[in-house]
């Protein structure tokens, strides 16, 4: 049952579980969604081995404003797709909320790798504030 969990959750886990081959979807899902929302999270640069790990800084982006919008639309995809090797495809899709203007919303569907194809597609939403954090939530 160790399979779908992310490195640092198999080095956090107890030693004493036994390993599996099988797959438990749910809790692959669980933990990409963990994971993502952990590395959107982190700033562009802010790894010096990896420079280009992490998102661009939302500050820096909103002097580019309405371009801002596609650039993370493709900077979320790219970066999701380089270093969480789990999935194989990220589509990724702005939502307007004229209610919020200092944040962006988008859309994210992922397919994973070893999944089929009914259980290994999910969707979340990502909500970038301000000041650039970014939360994710169910779509």
């Keep these: 049952m160790l399979k779908e969990l992310s490195l640092f959750e198999r080095l ?3 030693s ?3 390993y599996s081959t099988g797959i438990d979807h749910q809790s692959l899902i669980g933990s ?3 994971n993502l929302q952990q590395m959107l999270n982190v700033r562009e640069g802010s790894v010096s081995p990896l420079p280009d790990y992490g998102m661009p800084d939302f500050n820096d982006l909103v002097y580019e404003f309405p371009d801002a919008i596609y650039q993370l639309q493709v900077a979320i ?3 999701l797709l380089r270093y969480e090797p789990r999935i194989d495809e990220v589509l990724v899709s702005y939502i307007p909320d004229s209610t919020q203007p200092l944040q962006l919303k988008y859309q994210v569907e992922v397919s994973l790798k070893s999944a089929s194809e009914a259980s290994g597609t999910f969707q979340f939403e990502t909500v970038i504030t301000g000041s650039g954090q970014a939360f994710v939530r169910a779509a």
């Design 12 to 14: 956090e886990a107890d």
């Design 16 to 18: 004493s579980r036994a």
């Design 32 to 34: 990409v969604k963990s």
């Design 77 to 79: 995809r790219q970066f």
